[in-house]
């Protein structure tokens, strides 16, 4: 199975496959994250806090969502799996913060993973990194999906569920 | 009745230069407070070899490994070193993770 992140930053194919990945997506690749689609060739994963622009990224061209609220919006979550879209969870940021952040983080991600469960939409677990420190390995990853409640089988098809657009 | 211990070795990289003998105790601290003294006491991980000055190796209980790869995720910084722990590779043997750090970070 390939295993597939996205980071804020550029990471080298050296760094990526010793972190168990086929690849690391930067700025500037196939993949963008964003509120607005600005390159019509890429590959858009809708970033944002607004239930109402999630909806719309959720109809139009988006292949996946990150809420950056991280309210459970079960409705969005409902949407997101009729319309066969990606419900993207921000690994990096469960792991950062106070303890208490990260408890709350940690909890809310969980609700967010089983609602998605239950409207058999597809959830897979980015992280977003900024900078190198914040970089995860794929073994990492696996064991974070674990947390959250996915079976190693589960995790591993969260794990590569961004190849699917490839 | 004779137990043996089963150990896995977990080959971890960070991604900034460290101190391999302040590593240990810090490693140490950090884990059990993140893990929990439950888990921490049934992982025992102790930092067993350095592979150069960002790569070392940790042996853990054999079971454990994936308490140890979620612990890690949470270490943010080492003796005031802002720092990320990438586990790279898990492995029975320490030396087949000797051989692959040899290689990796030559």
């Known amino acids: 199975m390939e295993f597939y992140d996205i980071a804020e930053m550029n990471v080298n194919n050296d760094l990526s496959s010793r972190l168990g990945y086929t690849k690391i997506f930067g ?26 622009e999630i909806s719309r990224a959720i109809k139009g ?15 969005i979550i409902e949407e997101a799996a009729g319309y066969g879209k990606i419900i993207c969870i921000d690994a990096g940021g469960l792991c950062k913060g106070e303890r208490w952040q ?15 469960m239950k409207a058999r939409a597809e959830v897979s677990l980015i992280t977003l990194a900024k900078q190198k420190e914040g970089l995860l390995s794929s073994m990492q990853l696996l064991a974070l999906s674990s947390l959250l409640g996915a079976d190693s089988e589960r ?12 | 009745m004779i137990l043996k211990r089963k150990f896995r070795y977990i080959l971890i990289e960070s991604s900034a230069p460290m ?22 006491i049934n992982a025992d ?10 790569a070392f190796i940790l042996r853990v209980n054999r079971g454990s490994e994936q308490d140890v790869a979620l612990g890690t995720c949470y270490i ?23 051989d692959y750090a040899s290689r990796a970070y030559k």
Do not use: H
């Open chain 2, 45 to 54: 991980p102790r930092v067993v070899a350095n592979c150069g000055s960002n």
């Open chain 2, 19 to 40: 101190d391999w003998k302040a590593l240990s105790a810090e490693i140490s601290n950090k884990l059990s407070a993140y893990l929990g003294e439950r888990f921490y």
């Open chain 1, 102 to 116: 990260i408890r709350k983080k940690t909890i809310t991600a969980k609700r967010i993973f089983l609602y998605a």
């Open chain 1, 27 to 52: 700025p500037g690749d196939i993949i963008e994250i964003d509120d607005k689609q600005k390159r019509p060739d890429s590959i858009w994963i809708f970033r944002g806090s607004n239930v109402g």
């Open chain 2, 76 to 98: 943010s910084d080492i003796n005031s070193i802002s720092v990320g722990l990438y586990t790279i590779k898990t492995s029975g043997t320490i030396r087949s993770l000797l």
């Open chain 1, 155 to 166: 995790s591993r098809i969260m794990a590569s569920a961004l190849g699917r657009f490839l």
């Open chain 1, 61 to 75: 061209r988006a292949i996946g969502i990150v809420m950056d609220s991280f309210a459970v919006e079960k409705s």
